[in-house]
């Protein structure tokens, strides 16, 4: 039996609390929400808790080491380097939700008008098979070298460099969510009650709300948690060449850049943006693990 008429034939009742009881089986992604978590309040509440300005400049405290003042040590200039991780996780994870958000939206739409009509699916997945074929990194350096200035003269340079960056991401990273919804959208469509549906005069725009995107919702949440840790190491990438955000506006990626040139004098320059980067996408992965066993219809019908 395939996992759509799996899905189909799942029991009703309060399916939440069966996925919620699944996702707690697997240690891995309980541990990644946890640090998750964690990482999510640090950044939104510790600037409340540690209020040291990430910008504000102290020659006498450069280069300092861990200390209850510091937690994080100073850098060349006498930046705090934690206040400085926790307003470029700020940064980071918003562009990483808001790029997510842009690829999930392309890749779930292409990928349901692909799998549902079939007079679009010829199109869409060759227009899907262009964007594959280019490679992602100098498209997105060509991109960000052609739009910067623009775009920074009409929003300013945080907000322009915010929405070119997660722009350019989203754009560029939908293609894989398109294919694996189109899919699974082939294999429920092909399902007796979507049949049924159709044959009662039920309207298109109803039935994909009603059958279609309910059956497909655990490969489009996985593909989320995936999109996230692609577009904050892709951020982290671009920072890190000099392309990213000004200096001025610290993210993780941009931290790392900065600290480069630093790591035999201050080596925690690069060493807690880069743990910052490698536990947030190793705890998004594991979560993106724990949701798709979660919602494998062969445990929700048991």
């Given at each position: 039996m395939s996992e759509a008429a799996a899905i189909a034939e799942a029991?009703?009742?309060p399916v939440g609390g069966h996925v919620w009881r699944q996702f707690r089986r697997h240690p891995g992604g309980v541990a990644g929400l946890v640090v998750f978590a964690l990482i999510g309040l640090a950044v939104l509440f510790g600037p409340w808790l540690h209020r040291v300005d990430p910008n504000r400049i102290s020659i006498r405290e450069r280069n300092?080491?861990?200390?209850?003042?510091?937690?994080?040590?100073?850098?060349?200039?006498?930046?705090?380097?934690?206040?400085?991780?926790?307003?470029?996780?700020?940064?980071s994870l918003a562009v990483g939700v808001a790029a997510m958000a842009i690829s999930l939206l392309l890749g779930a739409s292409v990928g349901v008008a692909s799998g549902y009509w079939r007079r679009l699916d010829g199109p869409l997945m060759r227009l899907t098979?262009?964007?594959l074929a280019l490679p992602l990194l100098p498209l997105l350096l060509v991109a960000v070298?052609?739009?910067?200035?623009?775009?920074?003269?009409?929003?300013?340079?945080?907000?322009?460099?915010?929405?070119?960056?997660?722009?350019?991401?989203?754009v560029?990273?939908?293609?894989?969510?398109?294919?694996?919804?189109?899919?699974?959208?082939?294999?429920?469509?092909?399902?007796?009650f979507v049949l049924a549906a159709q044959a009662s005069g039920m309207r298109a725009r109803r039935i994909l709300f009603k059958h279609i995107l309910p059956n497909v919702l655990s490969s489009i949440l996985v593909?989320?948690?995936?999109?996230?840790?692609?577009?904050?190491?892709?951020?982290?990438?671009?920072?890190?060449?000099?392309?990213?955000?000004?200096?001025?506006?610290p993210t993780w990626g941009r931290l790392l850049y900065d600290g480069v040139s630093f790591m035999q004098i201050t080596p925690s320059r690069?060493?807690?943006?880069?743990?910052?980067?490698?536990?947030?996408?190793?705890?998004?992965?594991?979560?993106?693990?724990?949701?798709?066993?979660?919602?494998?219809?062969?445990?929700?019908?048991?």
């Open positions: 029991p009703a009742g300092q080491g861990l200390s209850l003042l510091h937690p994080f040590g100073t850098d060349n200039l006498g930046h705090d380097l934690f206040a400085q991780v926790l307003a470029g996780g700020r940064v098979d262009l964007f070298t052609l739009f910067r200035e623009p775009l920074r003269a009409a929003f300013g340079p945080s907000t322009g460099i915010f929405i070119l960056i997660v722009g350019s991401i989203g560029t990273s939908w293609m894989q969510t398109a294919r694996i919804v189109r899919g699974n959208v082939l294999a429920v469509k092909r399902l007796e593909s989320a948690t995936l999109g996230m840790a692609t577009a904050i190491i892709t951020e982290s990438v671009l920072s890190f060449l000099g392309l990213g955000f000004p200096p001025d506006f690069v060493i807690w943006p880069g743990l910052a980067i490698s536990l947030t996408v190793l705890s998004v992965n594991y979560i993106g693990d724990a949701i798709r066993d979660a919602l494998d219809p062969r445990a929700l019908r048991r």
